[in-house]
């Protein structure tokens, strides 16, 4: 039993916070029943992102409603509230959060008290001062973008077949991905095997007409699955005419023309930012202790360094590698550390309520694998190297076996089944991101200035 009652608050509903708190509500039936024990989720979305599967629903490989876990229906013993944290005042044990509700009635966010605190906020896109990078650019962190950034490649398809002008064809027909980690390889290798696949049905577009560019401001790409996988990735690119510029910086992407550092200059509607993420900002708003790089120092086994009755892992915690040979080595911020440290800060918060000791979380790394787009891809597991087929088939039965419930499981099995046996599904829903726009025009509204806002298109 509990010492005393808790409420538990956990900030975020990624991997860390959607796992954190199904384990707890399963550890502690008992106490939740009895009303000792109080958990209350504080996410953005009502739903957890599985980020392995978005470059297969950008691709239209997977059904973006299957790369989400709905956070209600698995957490049904939790208060699940969706808002931002905005700050946390830990000697005070309040988290100042702001949802729709007080966005609405104006009065600011509103403090919610807690016993205990898990800070699991995930992180947020990295980005530079480049100019028209914020006018022009497109992430790649949720289901919205990359379902955002299908239907715009597929409608730059459309406007290249049906333009006249060779300039405005040539813009069109050329992507430029920045950031050669796993998010800018992935997306550019699925939506380039869509896009080659898609042409076959437009009678005046070729996959040659297409220019594919991924910038790399390092050496290498993919230094998680090691050089050697590395240099075949390039290889394997370049193989499939794509253009991939190593030791190179996006300079600017201002008037749609992407300068690169190397002097290049491509005319082009299409910059897809996966240069790197950066700790959420709440952590900066919160009197917890952080390091260099704005990840809150934790221990071993969890909590915060210095800090009683506060928890973190994932993107936002500095967790010490204990099996790491050499000093001072930080658990990777990854989905393989994060899931199983999840599992970790549940057991502890519930050894710490129950006057229990602590556990602490060691985990040698297992490897990692990539898919380069259908049948395509690299792996490097446990020292073995894969590469092709062999490593794209291991890919896809690691994540199916990874991602949450049956149900999400069953749905994608269900997918690629049916992928299997039917054609690819190549249609453009851009109207989807102004739904409204057609409707106000026919009942007398203005059409937008904004010559982005087009009710048929996503750019």
């Given at each position: 039993?509990?010492?005393?009652?808790?409420?538990?608050?956990?900030?975020g509903g990624?991997?860390?916070g959607?796992?954190?708190?199904?384990?707890?509500?399963?550890?502690?039936?008992?106490?939740l029943?009895?009303?000792?024990?109080?958990?209350?989720v504080v996410t953005?979305?009502?739903?957890?992102?599985?980020?392995?599967?978005?470059?297969?629903?950008?691709?239209?490989?997977?059904s973006?409603?299957?790369?989400?876990?709905p956070?209600?229906?698995?957490?049904?013993?939790?208060?699940?509230?969706?808002?931002?944290?905005?700050?946390?005042?830990?000697?005070?044990?309040?988290?100042t959060v702001?949802?729709l509700?007080?966005?609405?009635?104006?009065?600011?966010g509103?403090?919610l008290p807690?016993?205990?605190?898990?800070?699991?906020?995930?992180?947020?896109?990295?980005?530079?001062?480049?100019?028209?990078?914020?006018?022009?650019g497109?992430?790649?962190?949720?289901?919205?973008?990359?379902?955002?950034?299908?239907?715009?490649?597929?409608?730059?398809?459309?406007?290249?077949?049906s333009?006249?002008?060779?300039?405005?064809?040539?813009?069109?027909?050329?992507?430029?991905?920045?950031?050669?980690?796993?998010a800018?390889?992935?997306?550019?290798g699925?939506?380039?095997?869509?896009a080659?696949?898609?042409?076959r049905?437009?009678h005046?577009?070729?996959?040659?007409?297409?220019?594919?560019i991924?910038?790399e401001?390092?050496?290498r790409?993919?230094?998680?699955?090691?050089?050697e996988?590395?240099?075949?990735?390039?290889t394997?690119?370049?193989?499939?005419?794509?253009?991939?510029?190593?030791?190179?910086?996006?300079e600017s992407?201002?008037?749609?023309?992407?300068?690169?550092s190397?002097?290049a200059?491509?005319?082009?509607?299409?910059v897809?930012?996966?240069?790197?993420?950066k700790?959420?900002?709440?952590?900066?708003?919160?009197?917890l202790p952080?390091n260099?790089?704005?990840?809150?120092?934790?221990?071993p086994?969890?909590?915060?360094?210095?800090?009683?009755?506060?928890?973190?892992?994932?993107?936002?915690?500095?967790?010490?590698?204990?099996?790491?040979?050499?000093?001072?080595r930080?658990?990777a911020?990854?989905?393989?550390?994060?899931?199983?440290q999840a599992?970790?800060?549940?057991?502890?918060?519930?050894?710490?309520?129950?006057?229990?000791?602590l556990?602490?979380?060691?985990h040698?790394?297992?490897?990692?694998v990539?898919?380069?787009g259908l049948?395509k891809?690299?792996?490097?597991?446990?020292?073995?190297k894969?590469?092709?087929y062999?490593a794209?088939?291991?890919?896809?039965?690691?994540?199916?076996?990874?991602?949450?419930?049956?149900?999400?499981?069953?749905r994608?099995?269900?997918?690629w089944?049916l992928?299997?046996?039917?054609?690819?599904?190549?249609?453009s829903?851009?109207?989807?991101e102004?739904?409204r726009?057609?409707f106000?025009?026919?009942?007398?509204?203005?059409?937008?200035?904004?010559?982005?806002?087009?009710?048929?298109?996503?750019?």
């Amino acid at each position: 039993m509990v010492k005393e009652r808790a409420r538990i608050l956990v900030v975020g509903g990624g991997y860390v916070g959607m796992y954190t708190a199904l384990r707890l509500q399963r550890r502690l039936k008992r106490e939740l029943d009895r009303g000792e024990v109080e958990i209350t989720v504080v996410t953005p979305d009502p739903y957890m992102t599985y980020q392995p599967f978005l470059p297969e629903a950008a691709a239209g490989a997977i059904s973006p409603r299957h790369v989400v876990v709905p956070l209600r229906r698995v957490l049904d013993r939790c208060r699940v509230l969706i808002g931002e944290a905005t700050a946390v005042d830990h000697v005070k044990r309040t988290a100042t959060v702001s949802t729709l509700a007080t966005e609405e009635e104006g009065t600011g966010g509103q403090r919610l008290p807690y016993d205990e605190l898990v800070l699991a906020p995930g992180s947020v896109s990295r980005t530079l001062p480049i100019p028209g990078l914020a006018d022009h650019g497109i992430g790649f962190k949720t289901v919205e973008e990359a379902i955002g950034l299908r239907n715009h490649v597929i409608e730059q398809m459309d406007i290249a077949s049906s333009t006249r002008d060779p300039a405005i064809r040539d813009a069109a027909l050329t992507f430029v991905f920045v950031g050669g980690g796993f998010a800018g390889v992935e997306a550019l290798g699925e939506l380039e095997d869509m896009a080659r696949y898609a042409a076959r049905y437009y009678h005046n577009v070729q996959p040659e007409d297409m220019k594919w560019i991924l910038v790399e401001a390092s050496d290498r790409i993919l230094p998680e699955v090691g050089e050697e996988m590395g240099r075949y990735t390039v290889t394997e690119l370049r193989r499939r005419n794509i253009d991939v510029r190593l030791h190179t910086r996006l300079e600017s992407c201002a008037d749609r023309i992407a300068v690169l550092s190397d002097g290049a200059r491509f005319p082009t509607r299409t910059v897809v930012w996966t240069a790197g993420v950066k700790p959420h900002p709440v952590l900066a708003a919160s009197d917890l202790p952080r390091n260099g790089r704005g990840r809150l120092k934790c221990t071993p086994e969890l909590s915060v360094d210095g800090s009683t009755h506060a928890w973190a892992a994932g993107d936002a915690a500095a967790v010490p590698d204990v099996t790491a040979e050499e000093p001072g080595r930080e658990c990777a911020p990854n989905a393989q550390h994060a899931v199983r440290q999840a599992k970790v800060l549940a057991d502890n918060i519930v050894h710490s309520l129950r006057g229990e000791p602590l556990e602490t979380y060691a985990h040698a790394y297992a490897g990692s694998v990539a898919s380069l787009g259908l049948h395509k891809g690299v792996a490097h597991v446990y020292g073995r190297k894969l590469k092709g087929y062999p490593a794209w088939f291991m890919h896809r039965a690691y994540h199916l076996s990874r991602v949450p419930t049956f149900n999400r499981k069953a749905r994608v099995l269900a997918e690629w089944t049916l992928a299997g046996l039917f054609k690819r599904e190549i249609v453009s829903l851009g109207s989807l991101e102004h739904p409204r726009a057609e409707f106000e025009l026919a009942a007398g509204g203005k059409p937008s200035q904004d010559p982005g806002h087009n009710p048929k298109g996503s750019s």
